[in-house]
């Protein structure tokens, strides 16, 4: 298969006409890759767990790219035109939020709190506004309205999945991609991009990595054994 595009965690081969087979790697990168590692069976985990998230998802109907798992480390998806967008949804503050307004990590937050990134390594992903979406002409109105709507459904349910698996879903960073008039979910739903903390509030998710934490590796393994329940 040709492959398209080599990402920091992922590989993206075209496979048919309207589909991709992505590859997920062990390679982690964080703070704009300026530091990088090996999470061994990271990739395993993100595949499986993403796969999981998309079914799931699907049925409680939200759009996503996902069509199937292929193998340990692969699954196949609709080739979409990704939005140079990354849209967070917090629930606690944590990460770049806390340090940016000195909030102790795990400080609530009045409500589901929605922010857009530009995607853009050179740029470090700065924050952008809604009007500065629509300005720059990188999501027309209705498809903003659409990444919002569904931002906000996926931040329900997946929190609600996690609760009943006894996690806090903290934050989590989504992707979407326009194909033939709709935008759907894209990339991935991982412990690379959601924060995730267990009953005695110890991440389980890349802030292991990220802290020098230790047990990355098992924090992501009980993921994936909690999410497949
Ligand atoms: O670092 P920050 O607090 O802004 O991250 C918010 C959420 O988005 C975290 O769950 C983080 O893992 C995720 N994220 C991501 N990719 C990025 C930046 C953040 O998946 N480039």
Same mark, same amino acid.
């Given at each position: 298969?040709?492959?398209?595009?080599?990402?920091?965690?992922?590989?993206?081969?075209?496979?048919?006409?309207?589909?991709?087979?992505?590859?997920?790697?062990?390679?982690?990168?964080?703070?704009?890759?300026?530091?990088?590692?090996?999470?061994?069976?990271?990739?395993?985990?993100?595949?499986?767990?993403?796969?999981?998230?998309? *079914?799931?998802?699907?049925?409680?109907?939200?759009?996503?790219?996902? &069509? $199937?798992?292929?193998?340990?480390?692969?699954?196949?998806?609709?080739?979409?035109?990704? &939005?140079?967008? $990354?849209?967070?949804? *917090?629930?606690?503050?944590?990460?770049? /939020?806390?340090?940016?307004?000195?909030?102790?990590?795990?400080?609530? &937050?009045?409500?589901?709190?929605?922010? /857009?990134?530009?995607?853009?390594?050179?740029?470090?992903?700065?924050?952008?506004?809604?009007?500065?979406? &629509?300005?720059?002409?990188?999501?027309?109105?209705?498809?903003?309205?659409?990444?919002?709507?569904?931002? !906000?459904?996926?931040?329900?349910?997946?929190?609600?999945?996690?609760?009943?698996?006894?996690?806090?879903?903290?934050?989590?960073?989504? $992707?979407?991609?326009?194909?033939?008039?709709?935008? !759907?979910?894209?990339?991935?739903?991982?412990?690379?991009?959601?924060?995730?903390?267990?009953?005695?509030?110890?991440?389980?998710?890349?802030?292991?990595?990220?802290?020098?934490?230790?047990?990355?590796?098992?924090?992501?393994?009980?993921?994936?054994?909690?999410?497949?329940?």
């Amino acid at each position: 298969m040709e492959k398209l595009y080599e990402g920091k965690a992922k590989v993206l081969y075209r496979e048919g006409p309207d589909t991709l087979r992505v590859y997920f790697k062990d390679e982690a990168t964080a703070f704009n890759a300026q530091k990088r590692g090996v999470i061994p069976g990271k990739g395993v985990v993100n595949n499986k767990v993403s796969a999981a998230l998309f *079914r799931y998802l699907e049925a409680h109907g939200v759009k996503t790219h996902f &069509l $199937e798992e292929v193998s340990d480390r692969e699954m196949r998806v609709r080739r979409v035109e990704i &939005l140079p967008l $990354e849209v967070i949804l *917090r629930f606690l503050a944590a990460g770049s /939020f806390a340090r940016r307004y000195g909030l102790k990590e795990g400080t609530p &937050l009045g409500a589901p709190l929605l922010e /857009f990134s530009l995607k853009n390594d050179a740029l470090g992903d700065p924050l952008i506004c809604e009007n500065a979406v &629509l300005a720059l002409g990188l999501a027309g109105e209705e498809e903003l309205e659409a990444v919002k709507r569904t931002t !906000l459904k996926v931040g329900e349910l997946l929190k609600a999945f996690f609760a009943e698996r006894g996690l806090e879903l903290v934050d989590f960073k989504l $992707e979407f991609g326009r194909l033939g008039g709709e935008v !759907l979910l894209a990339d991935e739903i991982s412990p690379d991009t959601m924060r995730l903390w267990d009953e005695k509030g110890e991440p389980l998710d890349k802030d292991r990595f990220r802290k020098d934490l230790g047990g990355v590796e098992e924090a992501y393994r009980e993921v994936l054994r909690r999410v497949l329940g």
